[in-house]
């Protein structure tokens, strides 16, 4: 499928995924609310080694170094290179030098928050809600948004 395909693709950051695939999550993502759970040999199949480094070890790509930095698209939803799980809408991206950002998560009446948090030493780290991927960190208080929340 062409969600299948975009989630294949990405580089460890959330995959695009065209909106209009996603009428409804609870109908057009089977087990929606299901925990997807798979030992590291199924993470290693299923992820490429970038996005296995990132999502399951809880590694970083170096500032600047993503295409999605330079990537606004004007509709859509990036999705959980993991699970398909949509995170982020295309609207809630924006300008950062470091980092691919955006300043809201995907909500949805079937799974609310999307997007998972755990705090750490270091901050704040958000998880894929259904697969517990890493997708780095949320910041708050910067003032770059209205929202003031950078992830």
């Not at 295409?67 to 398909?84: I, L, T």
Request: with cysteine; proline share 5%; charged share 20%.
């Amino acid at each position: 499928s062409a969600a299948a395909a975009a989630a294949a693709a990405a580089l460890a950051a959330p995959a695009v995924v065209a909106r209009a695939a996603m009428a409804d999550c609870a109908h057009c993502l089977p087990g929606f609310g299901e925990k997807v759970r798979l030992n590291n040999a199924e993470w290693r199949k299923r992820l490429t080694p970038q996005e296995y480094q990132i999502l399951r070890c809880h590694g970083t790509e170096a500032p600047g170094s993503h295409s999605y930095n330079r990537f606004f698209p004007s509709d859509g939803y990036f999705a959980c290179a993991g699970c398909g799980l949509p995170l982020y809408s295309a609207s809630a991206k924006f300008r950062d030098p470091g980092w691919p950002a955006w300043d809201r998560c995907f909500f949805s009446d079937e799974g609310g928050c999307h997007v998972a948090t755990r705090s750490t030493m270091t901050g704040v780290e958000i998880l894929c809600a259904r697969c517990d991927g890493h997708l780095g960190h949320v910041f708050f208080g910067e003032r770059h948004t209205k929202t003031n929340e950078r992830h």
